[in-house]
Nanobody, 115 residues
Framework: QVQLVESGGGLVQAGGSLRLSCAAS????????TGWYRQAQGKQRELVAI???????DYADSVKGRFTLSRDNAKNTVYLQMNSLKPEDTAVYYC?????????WGQGTQVTVSS
Protein backbone atom coordinates (compact mmCIF):
# COMPACT_ATOMS: atom_id res chain seq x y z
CA GLN A 1 0.00 0.00 0.00
CA VAL A 2 1.14 3.49 -0.88
CA GLN A 3 -0.36 6.83 0.09
CA LEU A 4 0.22 9.83 -2.18
CA VAL A 5 -0.45 13.44 -1.24
CA GLU A 6 -0.12 16.20 -3.84
CA SER A 7 0.42 19.89 -3.24
CA GLY A 8 1.46 22.97 -5.14
CA GLY A 9 -1.46 23.57 -7.47
CA GLY A 10 -3.05 26.96 -7.92
CA LEU A 11 -3.88 29.78 -10.30
CA VAL A 12 -1.17 31.19 -12.56
CA GLN A 13 -1.06 33.40 -15.61
CA ALA A 14 -0.04 32.02 -18.98
CA GLY A 15 3.73 31.89 -19.24
CA GLY A 16 4.13 31.37 -15.53
CA SER A 17 5.46 28.44 -13.52
CA LEU A 18 4.29 26.08 -10.81
CA ARG A 19 5.91 23.17 -9.03
CA LEU A 20 3.78 20.27 -7.91
CA SER A 21 4.89 17.96 -5.13
CA CYS A 22 3.81 14.40 -4.35
CA ALA A 23 4.77 12.99 -0.98
CA ALA A 24 4.68 9.21 -0.77
CA SER A 25 4.33 7.06 2.33
CA UNK A 26 3.81 3.39 2.98
CA UNK A 27 5.54 0.72 0.91
CA UNK A 28 7.62 3.25 -1.01
CA UNK A 29 10.50 0.88 -1.65
CA UNK A 30 8.18 -1.33 -3.70
CA UNK A 31 7.28 1.44 -6.13
CA UNK A 32 8.40 0.58 -9.67
CA UNK A 33 6.82 3.43 -11.64
CA THR A 34 5.86 6.92 -10.60
CA GLY A 35 4.62 9.97 -12.41
CA TRP A 36 1.89 12.49 -13.09
CA TYR A 37 -1.39 12.42 -14.97
CA ARG A 38 -3.93 15.16 -15.52
CA GLN A 39 -7.61 15.42 -16.30
CA ALA A 40 -9.19 18.49 -17.79
CA GLN A 41 -12.90 19.09 -17.35
CA GLY A 42 -14.88 16.93 -19.75
CA LYS A 43 -11.83 15.03 -20.93
CA GLN A 44 -10.16 11.73 -20.14
CA ARG A 45 -7.23 11.45 -17.78
CA GLU A 46 -3.97 11.64 -19.69
CA LEU A 47 -0.33 10.93 -19.01
CA VAL A 48 1.88 13.94 -18.34
CA ALA A 49 5.19 12.44 -17.23
CA ILE A 50 6.28 9.06 -15.98
CA UNK A 51 9.47 7.31 -14.91
CA UNK A 52 10.44 3.78 -13.94
CA UNK A 53 12.85 3.17 -11.08
CA UNK A 54 16.33 3.72 -12.44
CA UNK A 55 14.99 4.93 -15.77
CA UNK A 56 14.66 8.18 -17.67
CA UNK A 57 11.45 10.19 -17.51
CA ASP A 58 9.11 10.15 -20.47
CA TYR A 59 6.80 13.06 -21.25
CA ALA A 60 3.66 13.74 -23.21
CA ASP A 61 4.45 15.59 -26.42
CA SER A 62 2.34 18.52 -25.26
CA VAL A 63 4.61 19.20 -22.27
CA LYS A 64 8.06 18.24 -23.58
CA GLY A 65 10.55 21.02 -23.03
CA ARG A 66 8.28 22.77 -20.51
CA PHE A 67 7.71 20.24 -17.71
CA THR A 68 10.32 18.34 -15.72
CA LEU A 69 9.75 15.37 -13.43
CA SER A 70 12.24 14.88 -10.61
CA ARG A 71 12.54 12.86 -7.43
CA ASP A 72 14.02 13.44 -4.00
CA ASN A 73 14.47 9.95 -2.61
CA ALA A 74 15.52 11.25 0.79
CA LYS A 75 12.17 13.01 1.12
CA ASN A 76 10.12 10.32 -0.67
CA THR A 77 8.80 13.07 -2.88
CA VAL A 78 8.24 13.42 -6.61
CA TYR A 79 8.06 16.83 -8.23
CA LEU A 80 6.65 18.21 -11.45
CA GLN A 81 8.19 21.53 -12.43
CA MET A 82 5.91 23.24 -14.92
CA ASN A 83 7.22 26.20 -16.90
CA SER A 84 5.77 28.27 -19.73
CA LEU A 85 2.30 27.24 -18.69
CA LYS A 86 -0.53 27.53 -21.18
CA PRO A 87 -4.31 27.76 -20.65
CA GLU A 88 -4.61 24.25 -22.11
CA ASP A 89 -2.55 22.96 -19.17
CA THR A 90 -5.52 23.70 -16.92
CA ALA A 91 -6.55 20.44 -15.25
CA VAL A 92 -6.55 18.43 -12.06
CA TYR A 93 -3.11 16.86 -11.73
CA TYR A 94 -2.79 13.44 -10.13
CA CYS A 95 0.28 11.76 -8.74
CA UNK A 96 0.63 8.11 -9.74
CA UNK A 97 2.60 5.19 -8.37
CA UNK A 98 2.72 1.56 -9.38
CA UNK A 99 3.70 -1.48 -7.37
CA UNK A 100 3.82 -4.54 -9.60
CA UNK A 101 0.34 -4.53 -11.19
CA UNK A 102 -1.33 -2.23 -8.66
CA UNK A 103 -1.86 1.46 -9.35
CA UNK A 104 -2.12 4.13 -6.68
CA TRP A 105 -3.39 7.70 -7.08
CA GLY A 106 -3.26 10.87 -5.08
CA GLN A 107 -6.33 13.01 -4.47
CA GLY A 108 -5.39 15.48 -7.18
CA THR A 109 -4.46 19.15 -7.19
CA GLN A 110 -6.06 21.80 -9.38
CA VAL A 111 -3.91 23.81 -11.77
CA THR A 112 -5.58 26.73 -13.52
CA VAL A 113 -3.77 28.80 -16.13
CA SER A 114 -5.40 32.08 -17.10
CA SER A 115 -4.87 33.72 -20.47
Amino acid sequence: QVQLVESGGGLVQAGGSLRLSCAASGSIFSITVTGWYRQAQGKQRELVAIVSTGGVADYADSVKGRFTLSRDNAKNTVYLQMNSLKPEDTAVYYCYAQIRYNAYWGQGTQVTVSS
